[in-house]
């Protein structure tokens, strides 16, 4: 167990270089929240829900770190600084550094996705700070998350993923409004054939579509305005002027 303990604080100093010691590190919020959490699990998995999120709810009070105890963690987690929020169905693999302020966040549950609703991290992953992760995807392992960026696509391994992702999906809000919206994310849209489409590719597809039309439409007004003109010949009329 201390060996093991050990190895887990060591890895800490390896990815950041501000403690002096081992003990400095027992201090860290990260490290109680995992502590706390592993606990939580354990009772959760056993089926004691009110005594997990005791657990749960003494852990955020004491390191502003709230862990669902129904969230999968892998070996030497580091949580740097803390305020982070880690959703019910989040998968995390070994060795995942994720620094201040980052939310691993689920979907509306109302879309058919009601199972899985947050992210699975692989090996080695760094969450920089600020960014969310939203919904049921996949970040690779040795996957990249800049500071602040907001993903909700899968991530290869290996790669980098900055900026933001969010943009109005135009949705009229007389019809939401009405009612409570899970985790602030609508259904998503339907083509004419009926198949599940995102909201934003479907109007980004009839605004392609308007803009052609307009288009067209202008090309065919000019036409209309400006009727077919004899070519003149500048070298003759030139000519004919000298003589």
């Not at 999120?53 to 770190?65: L, P």
């Not at 999906?169 to 998503?188: M, N, Q």
Request: charged residues 25%; contains cysteine.
């Amino acid at each position: 167990m201390f060996d093991r303990l050990k190895s887990y604080l060591d890895s800490i100093h390896a990815r950041d270089p501000a403690p002096r010691s081992r003990w400095e590190i027992l201090l860290y919020p990260g490290v109680w929240a995992l502590g706390l959490h592993r606990i939580a699990h354990w009772l959760f998995d056993a089926k004691l829900y009110f005594l997990a999120r005791f657990v749960n709810h003494f852990s955020r009070a004491i390191t502003a770190i709230d862990i669902h105890p129904g969230a999968t963690i892998g070996k030497n987690f580091f949580i740097d600084h803390g305020f982070t929020v880690i959703g019910e169905t989040a998968e995390i693999g070994d060795n995942v550094t994720i620094y201040q302020c980052v939310t691993l966040g689920g979907t509306n549950p109302t879309n058919g996705k009601g199972g899985k609703r947050h992210p699975t991290l692989e090996d080695n992953v760094i969450i920089g700070s600020g960014a969310q992760i939203i919904g049921p995807i996949n970040v690779g392992e040795r996957g990249r998350v800049g500071a602040n960026a907001v993903v909700m696509e899968d991530v290869p391994a290996g790669a980098t993923m900055v900026g933001f992702k969010a943009r109005s999906t135009l949705v009229p809000a007389e019809e939401w409004i009405k009612e409570f919206i899970p985790y602030g994310t609508t259904p998503d849209c339907e083509d004419a054939e009926g198949n599940r489409v995102d909201c934003i590719e479907k109007l980004e597809g009839e605004l392609a579509n308007m803009k052609a039309e307009i288009a067209a439409l202008k090309a065919a007004a000019v036409a209309e305005r400006i009727p077919d003109q004899p070519s003149l010949d500048l070298d003759s009329k030139k000519s004919g002027t000298a003589n």
